[in-house]
């Protein structure tokens, strides 16, 4: 049986992926420096001795080659994912994001790992003109965490040229379910428990996105890494429908069974939420669904099943 890498396994939709690929039979080795994961996302497959886990940090070139050692294929997970925070602090997306990156592309290098998933973002094609966007519409990020993914694409794409590394480029929407501890849908939650009464959304509201749900994103993940041939491939992964910041507000609201919030907008310039933020952003799909994938959720239900589930994983009543 094939034996693969999951980096950045102990976060949310490494874990998830880590859940999937034990339970085809992969011998599966997860590196995570638990800087946003959670050794806990991971408990039953270490319980169980399912995986080796390696807690070390990519910016390291020694755990990088140490990670990749006797491994067939690599889902290149590990990145920091905080958008807002890229543009605060532009440095630590660079090393966490293209540093680690290219420490592990060298690693698999040397050590003659031939094959690369790697968890790329919406974000690299920033405000597009035209919604929804297909593969080929232009690069053009407007945050650090954008243009970081955008570099580990291109990075990645001169690595597979060169080296005969096959690469799956995989651009998510915004993907979301249980164990997320990051983005929107967690931030609003955690204003609501803290102020039933107020709720501060950044932005206008009115800001467009798609969501997927975990269980689709996965599937979709395996999807496009067992059915690519080619040398490099990039798809889109996400909904062809969309919400506003507001109706997830509004969702989330009702969910808790609060009355009478009173919602405070925070937009900046052109009604986006924070520096980097994107106002409108949809994604073509059809690529995606050529090789047989059709999420099984709408983004609406994605984002009420997740806040559900994330309300009874930190145990909320409602
Ligand atoms: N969640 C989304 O909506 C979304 C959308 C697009 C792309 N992505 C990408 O998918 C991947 C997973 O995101 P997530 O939402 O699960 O986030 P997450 O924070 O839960 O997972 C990232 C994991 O990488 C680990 N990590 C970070 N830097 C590392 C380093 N230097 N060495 C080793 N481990 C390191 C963290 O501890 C964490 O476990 C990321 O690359 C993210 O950019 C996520």
Redo the contacts with the bound molecule.
């Keep these: 049986m094939m034996r693969v890498l999951v980096?950045?396994?102990?976060?949310?939709?490494?874990s998830h992926l880590v859940d999937r690929l034990v339970h085809e039979g992969y011998k599966v080795r997860v590196?995570?420096?638990?800087?946003?994961?959670r050794t806990e996302n991971l408990r039953r497959h270490i319980d169980s001795n399912a995986i080796e886990f390696v807690i070390?940090?990519?910016?390291d070139p020694y755990i990088a080659l140490r990670s990749v050692e006797n491994v067939d294929a690599v889902f290149h997970?590990?990145?920091?994912?905080e958008v807002r925070v890229s543009s605060i602090d532009p440095e630590t997306h660079f090393n966490?994001n293209i540093v680690?990156t290219f420490n592990l592309l060298e690693a698999m290098r040397k050590r003659n790992v031939r094959e690369i998933v790697f968890?790329?973002?919406?974000s690299v094609y920033g405000e597009p003109d035209e919604i929804p966007v297909d593969e080929n519409a232009p690069i053009k990020p407007v945050s650090v965490y954008g243009a970081s993914?955008a570099s580990c694409e291109t990075l990645i794409h001169a690595y597979s040229k060169l080296y005969k590394i096959k690469a799956v480029i995989l651009r998510?929407?915004?993907?979301?379910g249980p164990r997320?501890?990051?983005?929107v849908i967690w931030d609003l939650i955690n204003k609501l428990i803290r102020n039933p009464r107020e709720l501060e959304i950044l932005g206008d509201g009115r800001q467009i996105r798609s969501y997927i749900y975990i269980d689709d994103a996965i599937e979709a993940t395996i999807n496009a890494w067992r059915k690519t041939d080619a040398d490099y491939e990039v798809y889109n992964i996400g909904n062809e429908d969309w919400i506003t910041v507001d109706e997830v507000a509004d969702e989330i609201i009702k969910i808790m069974r609060l009355k009478d919030v009173k919602k405070i907008y925070k937009p900046m310039l052109h009604g986006v939420g924070w520096l980097g933020d994107v106002k409108r952003i949809t994604l073509k799909i059809d690529k995606m669904k050529r090789i047989g994938f059709k999420p099984s959720m709408s983004s609406k239900e994605a984002v009420k099943t997740t806040a559900r589930k994330l309300l009874e994983e930190i145990s909320v009543k409602i």
């Excluded at 998510?172 to 979301?176: F, Q, T």
């Design positions: 980096t950045g396994g102990a976060g949310f939709i490494g590196v995570d420096n638990l800087s946003s994961g070390g940090d990519l910016k997970f590990a990145a920091n994912p966490e680690a968890a790329s973002s919406s993914k998510y929407a915004n993907v979301v997320l501890r990051h983005g």
